[in-house]
């Protein structure tokens, strides 16, 4: 069960198209419309060998410290809301992952443009994207 929603967020993390707003038919007859929404992002650290290199309940509690220390930093940092930690795949791939919200990039979209830019050049991180909505609308 957890190394299948390990990969269906993985999924959901890379396999969604990088552009801002998109339309799709599918072959089954469905519409997909995608939209950003403003202001939320989903982080990912590199990972760590520590967690790497360690099994069982040590495995566990190394990830829950690391996740709660980049949380903080991403608060601290960059003023960042932690909506949620992914804590499966910091268990499996030794990488933090997060879904954050930040109001100040909602109202502003050159607030949102910088803090993207920011983050994707923060050494620490190894990737950064807007958090998507996908809705899958049936064809009549």
Do not use: W
Request: overall charge neutral; aromatic content about 6%; glycine content about 8%.
């Amino acid at each position: 069960m957890v190394r299948f929603l390990v990969l269906l967020v993985m999924g959901l993390v890379f396999c969604v198209p990088s552009q801002g707003k998109a339309e799709t038919k599918s072959a089954g007859g469905t519409d997909s419309q995608e939209k950003s929404v403003p202001g939320e992002y989903l982080v990912m650290f590199h990972p760590k060998a520590a967690i790497q290199g360690n099994t069982g309940a040590t495995r566990r509690a190394l990830a829950a410290l690391m996740l709660e220390m980049q949380g903080e930093y991403l608060a601290n940092r960059y003023g960042l809301t932690v909506v949620r930690a992914f804590d499966a795949i910091a268990e499996t791939t030794g990488k933090g992952m997060f879904h954050v919200r930040s109001d100040l990039a909602a109202k502003d979209s050159n607030v949102a443009d910088k803090l993207l830019s920011l983050l994707d050049q923060d050494l620490l991180i190894e990737s950064v994207t807007p958090n998507r909505e996908k809705k899958l609308l049936s064809a009549p």
